[in-house]
């Protein structure tokens, strides 16, 4: 059975980090593209930033510069780095293993930056 399981959101400042964690099992992460995407409240979900099996990254233009995404293939798990958090950073966080036709997602992890 696929599982991906996100963590490590909550709530912080403006300004503030916080790093999440997708962690896989039943399939060879390693092989698979792993994308973080949100989706504020009211919005459609977005891309946010993916990592190729090649360790290629991209972004989308308001995270740049901002956050790092990375994997660990040895412990099955992609980290999304976030700094200089912003209240438009707000949602909750997925992410999602791509091969081909295959594509499994997380349930979500909240993070919230306010004040």
């Known amino acids: 059975q696929v599982q991906l399981v996100e963590s490590g959101g909550g709530l912080v400042q403006p300004g503030g980090s916080l790093r999440l964690s997708c962690a896989a099992s039943?399939?060879?992460?390693?092989?698979?593209?792993v994308g973080w995407y949100r989706q504020a409240p009211g919005k459609q979900r977005e891309l946010v930033a993916d990592?190729?099996?090649?360790?290629?990254?991209n972004y989308v233009d308001s995270v740049k510069g901002r956050f790092t995404i990375s994997r660990d293939n040895a412990r099955n798990t992609v980290y999304l780095q976030m700094n200089s958090l912003e209240s438009a950073d707000t949602a909750v966080y997925y992410c999602?293993?791509?091969?081909?036709?295959?594509?499994?997602w997380g349930q979500g992890t909240q993070v919230t930056v306010s004040s």
């Open positions: 999602n293993a791509q091969l081909s036709f295959r594509s499994f």
């Open positions: 039943g399939i060879d992460f390693s092989r698979y593209a």
């Open positions: 990592i190729s099996s090649g360790d290629i990254a």
